[in-house]
């Protein structure tokens, strides 16, 4: 049972520059989640995306934006880099509705290292 | 607003010892979920536990026990018979149930637990 992959596992860009982060969730699993976490401190959530579209969205500038496809992976995009955003992007997947019932505890990859130079 | 307190940024045990890690919360929904989750050095975040609101049954699980206490809004994480295995920073969280679905997660701090042969 595949669980959730990221790519790329580190990625190092200057000031300025845009970057795109890819997520395949955990297989059977349609929803898909965003977190940035700072060096020593706790994830913090971007946005969650479900049926291709962005559901949720937590406190963060519109130069990160995202996007789900039709096979549930999932871009997260960054423009305009600035230095605070170095950071372990994280996704989390997880599963809607089970039997009918709503059962989606978050599941998470190994991140992205983003570092801005 | 909701809030997560892990009030112990680092422990360091002897392995064997038993380990309790604190949580406390803050929310004012009466219809919520509160995790557990495992980061070791590679990264990613392993989920532990899930708990609704409505279920203060305590849990044990092999090494692992919960203790949910609604009264003082805590939720503690006990490792018996600490191993070296167990060295990683724990998150507790927190989610607001929308329409019985889990919202995005709100994370604490963590608590680097480190445990010496």
């Known amino acids: 049972d595949a669980g959730v992959t990221q790519s790329p596992t580190h990625l190092i860009k200057t000031r300025g520059q845009q970057v795109t982060l890819r997520c395949s969730p955990k297989?059977?699993?349609?929803?898909v989640s965003w977190y940035q976490q700072a060096l020593g401190q706790g994830p913090q959530f971007i946005f969650q995306?479900?049926?291709?579209?962005?559901?949720q969205r937590g406190n963060f500038p519109d130069r990160f934006s995202g996007h789900q496809f039709p096979n549930y992976s999932s871009e997260l995009n960054v423009n305009a880099l600035l230095l605070g955003d170095s950071a372990l992007y994280l996704c989390?997947?997880?599963?809607?509705?089970?039997?009918?019932?709503?059962?989606?505890?978050?599941?998470f990859g190994p991140g992205t290292r983003l570092t801005v130079l | 607003a909701q809030k997560v307190t892990q009030a112990q940024t680092e422990i360091s045990v002897v392995e064997k010892e038993d380990v309790t890690l604190d949580c406390v919360y803050e929310?004012?929904?009466?219809?919520?979920?509160l995790f557990w989750y495992k980061q070791p050095p590679s990264g990613e975040l392993v989920f532990l536990i899930r708990?609704?609101?409505?279920?203060?049954q305590n849990e044990i699980s092999g090494r692992y026990s919960w203790n949910f206490q609604k009264s003082t809004s805590s939720f503690n994480f006990t490792i018996t018979a600490s191993q070296v295995v167990d060295s990683a920073v724990y998150f507790c969280?927190?989610?607001?149930?929308?329409?019985?679905?889990?919202?995005?997660?709100?994370f604490g701090k963590g608590t680097k637990l480190s445990v010496k042969p």
């Open positions: 989390a997947s997880s599963l809607a509705w089970v039997q009918g019932r709503k059962k989606d505890t978050q599941y």
């Open positions: 297989s059977g699993h349609d929803t």
């Open positions: 995306y479900y049926e291709e579209e962005e559901r």
């Open positions: 929310t004012r929904d009466t219809t919520y979920y």
């Open positions: 708990r609704n609101s409505f279920d203060e």
């Open positions: 969280a927190l989610s607001e149930a929308m329409g019985g679905s889990q919202g995005n997660l709100i």
